[in-house]
């Protein structure tokens, strides 16, 4: 597999945040979202053998893995990966940008699908693979990042056709008010779930934590 970082850390996003993953980013993505913030695995990555991943995990003390990237399912070997992590009695947090099918990876029992709905401000809308959603588990969820009022006015519309049946969280892109996305959330009574991006609260805008 081609990785572009591993790492110990805390999860800072969705509804596993403070929990303790081996972080393993992998190379390349298919999307240029405009807000990227990993923009360094887009290119370069070191080849690794799945089984010395396998290894890696095996001897790490966390009992969770966060397969990221990048976009984790270009990646040939990320469902044996999945699946090798799984039989050594660890979860997987599986993050993707949402433009490629998900179905593979909802047979794996203790894992959890950390879905993008990529919002107008990427610029990536439009490679949505929107019938993913239907396929989010009671685990799993979508994750709309806002920057403005055109995606807020996107991630209504999609609460208003998805809220009952899957879970979104809505988490402000860095640097926009918190604030205002709150009050709007309350005002026009959705519920969804605002989260932050607690790594940067406590490292800021690092790579490798
Ligand atoms: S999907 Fe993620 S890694 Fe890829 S461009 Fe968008 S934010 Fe960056």
Redesign the pocket.
Same mark, same amino acid.
């Given at each position: 597999m081609l990785i572009t970082e591993i790492f110990h850390s805390i999860q800072g996003e969705g509804p596993l945040t403070g929990i303790p993953m081996l972080f393993i980013r992998t190379n390349r993505?298919n999307?240029? /979202?405009r807000w /990227?913030?990993?923009?360094y &695995?887009f290119d370069g990555g070191k080849e690794y053998d799945l089984e010395d991943l396998i290894d890696l995990v095996k001897n790490s003390w966390e009992r969770w893995v966060c397969l990221t *990237? *990048?976009?984790p399912l270009l990646q040939r070997d990320s469902q044996d990966l999945v699946e090798a992590v799984n039989h050594l009695g660890k979860g997987v947090l599986i993050e993707t *940008?949402g433009s490629l099918d998900i179905e593979p990876y909802t047979k794996f029992e203790h894992s959890v699908i950390d879905m993008?709905i990529k919002t107008p401000s &990427?610029g990536?809308t439009s490679k949505m693979k929107m019938d993913n959603l239907k396929l989010l588990r009671k685990e799993d969820y979508a994750k709309l990042v806002i920057s403005n009022e055109e995606d807020f006015l996107f991630l209504e519309d999609i609460y208003r056709n998805w809220g009952d049946r899957i879970n979104l969280i809505v988490q402000p892109a860095w640097g926009i008010s918190n604030e205002w996305i709150v009050n709007r959330v309350i005002e026009r009574k959705m519920n969804v779930r605002f989260m932050l991006q607690e790594h940067k609260y406590i490292w800021g805008e690092k790579r490798g934590v």
């Open positions: 993505c999307l240029r /979202c /990227c913030d990993t923009v &695995s *990237g *990048g976009e *940008g993008d &990427s990536e």
